[in-house]
């Protein structure tokens, strides 16, 4: 699943973020790897997807959260 980033300068690195995912079948995915730059997501949220117009799956809304934290919404 792709992710759009918005940059502030060369922060993040890269414009996209894929992240696997597994289709479930009904619409949505559940994420399988934690995030690097997308914030408010988590690796096993589930979230409801749509193609864009290359039939690339782009996210919608997290249906499900799981009990994983955002790693970005950690203190450090």
């Given at each position: 699943m ?21 289709d ?27 193609p ?18 955002d ?5 450090v």
């Open positions: 792709h992710f759009r980033l918005e940059t502030d300068g060369d922060w993040p690195p890269a414009s996209v973020e894929s992240l696997w995912a597994f479930r079948g009904d619409g949505t995915v559940r994420l399988d790897n934690t995030p690097w730059f997308v914030r408010g997501v988590a690796c096993g949220d589930v979230l409801t997807t749509h864009d117009e290359d039939g690339v799956h782009r996210p919608g809304q997290v249906v499900s959260p799981s009990q994983n934290a790693p970005a919404a950690r203190a």
